[in-house]
């Protein structure tokens, strides 16, 4: 009898047999791990500047940034990633190691050089992924994370890697003001006394976030006065009492960069000419039957590109693949690398069908003429008519600082053009044109 009942009593045990068990822990420990997360369900932002991803991974697009110090709720996570809830129930993702609450520590507000040679900017870590672009001997990335290969820095907006062999982290006591300005912390008091705006409609906002409201837009060398200083923005006085805030890596703080003048190149190959193919991305441009005007300018910019560095020339592409780049990023670009020239590559479209047909060069400022006039003179030689030279108030022109021209190689809704246009026979007779243009105006 009593063998009888232990037998009975030990059979629901028998049931729970030792994988079920196992099984019970683990979907216990789960909810364990689920209720520690909606506790700490809180991050701060410990990078300089951190993206916020469409997706847990860097390859996915960025779709917005938020600054160091700002918090974060965390709604679930991911392979390292966290997926967050931004104003206004915008979700999105951020590497988890450039928030506070992980043990690896990130490498915040630290300043790269680029050594010996120039470095491919790679989009992530390893020499097989694609080249976001270049930096030169002696440029500054700040760096948001280190490897024991390979450095994560912000380029352009963006998030990216280069080789640890050709980067060197500066301490803090070796860094120019603007990157100083960059590793300031917390509020402080400032001897800076001064911004400098370096580019037409840089953002000044009613907060020091670069999702707040821009309370107006400042001109380039327009001078503001520092009132104080806080997570990497400044505040400033923008006149009549008001204050607004600006972010401190859009500045300078001296007037030296503006100053100092390069000196002037007297030939195209020691000449540093940036590329700008037209759209790319979601942006496709002009759309015709078979391909976007986004395809044919960037075919067209890399004939050229590869045409100029035959000869020698630095020449920066401002996309290299069919990616969107802000235009203000375009006109950064050319700024940033003092390009001698800024050839901006696009092909036209009208409201109308076949009403105009051929090329057009561009350009904004009076100065520019004469480079607009000298690459004009050498399209007019090519397999499609020529419209000559005009004024046009695109923002790459109106807003560059550098030498710039837009060029329209043909028109995707004339019957014509489009025959030609997409032909390589065709670019590549543009982009010779558009070289010896270049040519002739560095060798005057
Ligand atoms: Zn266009």
């Given at each position: 009898m009593l063998g009888n009942r232990q037998a009975k009593t030990n059979q629901p045990l028998k049931f729970l047999s030792y994988p079920i068990i196992f099984l019970l822990i683990f979907i216990f420990m789960l909810g364990v791990t689920t209720y520690a997360l909606a506790n700490e369900n809180v991050v701060k932002v410990e990078a300089n500047v951190l993206n916020v991803r469409l997706g847990p991974g860097l390859s996915h697009e960025i779709m917005t940034q938020v600054n160091e110090g700002r918090e974060l709720e965390v709604i679930a996570e991911e392979n390292e990633w966290y997926k967050i809830r931004l104003a206004g129930d915008e979700i999105g993702w951020v590497a988890s190691w450039l928030v506070d609450n992980t043990e690896i520590m990130a490498a915040t507000n630290k300043v790269g050089v680029i050594i010996n040679t120039e470095a491919n900017i790679r989009q992530e870590p390893s020499t097989e992924a694609s080249i976001l672009g270049k930096a030169g001997v002696g440029d500054e990335l700040i760096v948001l994370y280190q490897e024991s290969n390979w450095i994560q820095v912000r380029y352009l907006g963006k998030v990216a890697w280069v080789h640890s062999s050709l980067i060197d982290i500066q301490k803090d006591g070796a860094l120019t003001s603007k990157a100083n300005a960059q590793i300031q912390d917390e509020t402080s008091e400032t001897d800076l006394s001064e911004v400098f705006i370096k580019t037409n409609g840089t953002n000044i906002r009613?907060?020091?976030?670069?999702d707040s409201p821009v309370l107006k837009k400042a001109r380039a060398q327009e001078v503001y006065s520092i009132v104080s200083e806080e997570n990497n923005w400044f505040k400033i006085d923008i006149g009549n009492g008001e204050m607004g805030w600006i972010a401190s890596w859009v500045v300078n703080l001296s007037s030296e960069s503006l100053d100092t003048e390069k000196p002037q190149v007297t030939s195209l190959a020691e000449a540093t000419i940036v590329i700008d193919a037209g759209h790319g991305g979601h942006d496709p441009g002009a759309v015709a039957e078979t391909f976007n005007e986004k395809d044919i300018t960037l075919s067209t910019a890399l004939l050229l590109a590869n045409k100029l560095k035959s000869l020698g020339t630095n020449v920066i592409l401002t996309r290299d693949a069919d990616k969107y780049i802000t235009l203000n990023d375009r006109v950064y670009l050319g700024h940033l690398k003092k390009a001698d020239a800024f050839i901006s590559i696009h092909y036209d479209a009208l409201e109308?069908?076949?009403?105009m047909s051929g090329t057009t060069s561009y350009y904004y400022s009076e100065q520019e003429e004469v480079l607009a006039q000298t690459i004009n003179s050498e399209l007019e030689k090519g397999l499609l008519p020529n419209n000559g030279v005009r004024k046009g108030n695109y923002f790459v022109l109106r807003e560059n600082q550098q030498p710039s021209v837009l060029v329209e190689?043909?028109?995707?809704?004339?019957d014509y053009d489009l025959t030609v246009v997409n032909t390589l026979s065709y670019q590549q007779n543009a982009a010779n044109n558009i070289y010896q243009g270049l040519y002739n105006y560095f060798s005057q």
């Open positions: 009613s907060e020091p976030t670069i109308t069908e076949n009403l190689l043909g028109y995707l809704n004339n």
